[in-house]
């Protein structure tokens, strides 16, 4: 089983920053590929970015030239840093470990006032 506790969430207006921190414990292993997906009211799902345990990262579209992913191995730590934050950008934000099984966190809300 492996566990993960997200943080960083809040409300901000459009321009500024947040940064997202989801922490992992259990049966983890650095292999693994962690990350961050988030799901708008009335939307799917959908990736945001994540890291792989060679630090190869994946980052969608619409969030590559803003958003930065990364990971303190030592720590089974993922941290998702947000610049510049848009309205469409509000989202409920899950992390995710993926290895031999898919564990989800509880999500954090991130909302982005125009």
């Known amino acids: 089983q492996v566990q993960l506790v997200e943080s960083g969430g809040g409300l901000v207006q459009a321009g500024e920053s947040l940064r997202l921190s989801c922490k992992a414990s259990?049966?983890?292993?650095?292999?693994?590929?962690m990350g961050w997906y988030r799901q708008a009211p009335g939307k799917q799902r959908e990736l945001v970015a994540t890291?792989?345990?060679?630090?190869?990262?994946n980052y969608a579209d619409s969030v590559k030239d803003r958003f930065s992913i990364s990971r303190d191995y030592a720590k089974n730590t993922v941290l998702l840093q947000m610049n510049t934050l848009k309205p469409e950008d509000t989202a409920v934000y899950y992390c995710n470990y993926d290895d031999y099984y898919i564990y989800w966190g509880q999500g954090t809300q991130v909302t982005v006032s125009s």
């Open positions: 259990g049966s983890t292993r650095p292999l693994a590929r």
């Open positions: 890291i792989d345990g060679r630090g190869y990262t």
